[in-house]
T-cell receptor
Framework: NAGVTQTPKFRVLKTGQSMTLLCAQDMNHEYMYWYRQDPGMGLRLIHYSVGEGTTAKGEVPDGYNVSRLKKQNFLLGLESAAPSQTSVYFC????????????????FGPGTRLTVL | AQSVTQLGSHVSVSEGALVLLRCNYSSSVPPYLFWYVQYPNQGLQLLLKYTSAATLVKGINGFEAEFKKSETSFHLTKPSAHMSDAAEYFCAVSAPSGSARQLTFGSGTQLTVLP
């Protein structure tokens, strides 16, 4: 199993350009997440999905859109990139929730390093 | 809503010395707690998790953490540091309130192991 993979690994955009980051998992997990990682701020949740065809906003959703048309894929889109979106983006997936709907272990991809000039 | 505070953004220890990385949480209900490790240019990998069973949790690579409700802490320890332990470590909390399906991460602690 490849686990969680992310495409591309690196990308440089100019302000105003658009792009899509692809996350794929081969573990048949229901739950998928997009995070951004910035120095000194840990990981912040952008959007997440609790199953195929569903999406929900996380802590920092502005400027991003997502889609989960297939269970194994979770796409993150930037419609008009801004320098503030320069970051490392991580995708994660999880097979289940714990009792009470609590998040369980998440499995992370290797990340996409995005620079917006 | 839950939150996590990691004291010390950078910690340095000598090889063979005790590793202690601090994590304090805030939650109005009993939480579940996680420690993840991130090696350079890689994603996060689970070290261990506490899910209300034993308060002392053993993880991979010789790490362990103890849940102390009275101190709202979940500190990570390893008796003897190895050079390969150099990485960034994140504490995370999940609780049955607020954003129940989400993990909330601390800001991370960079561990340096000196020869």
């Amino acid at each position: 199993n490849a686990g969680v993979t992310q495409t591309p690994k690196f990308r440089v955009l100019k302000t105003g350009q658009s792009m899509t980051l692809l996350c794929a998992q081969d573990m048949n997990h229901e739950y998928m997440y997009w995070y951004r990682q910035d120095p000194g701020m840990g990981l912040r949740l952008i959007h997440y999905s609790v199953g195929e065809g569903t999406t929900a906003k996380g802590e920092v959703p502005d400027g991003y859109n997502v889609s989960r048309l297939k269970k194994q894929n979770f796409l993150l889109g930037l419609e008009s990139a801004a320098p503030s979106q320069t970051s490392v983006y991580f995708c994660a997936s999880s097979p289940r929730l714990l009792a009470g709907g609590i998040a369980d272990t998440q499995y992370f991809g290797p990340g996409t390093r995005l620079t917006v000039l | 809503a839950q939150s996590v505070t990691q004291l010390g953004s950078h910690v340095s220890v000598s090889e063979g010395a005790l590793v202690l990385l601090r994590c304090n949480y805030s939650s109005s209900v009993p939480p579940y707690l996680f420690w993840y490790v991130q090696y350079p240019n890689q994603g996060l990998q689970l070290l261990l998790k506490y899910t209300s069973a034993a308060t002392l949790v053993k993880g991979i690579n010789g790490f362990e953490a103890e849940f102390k409700k009275s101190e709202t802490s979940f500190h990570l320890t390893k008796p003897s540091a190895h050079m390969s332990d150099a990485a960034e470590y994140f504490c995370a909390v999940s609780a049955p309130s607020g954003s129940a399906r989400q993990l909330t991460f601390g800001s991370g602690t960079q561990l340096t192991v000196l020869p």
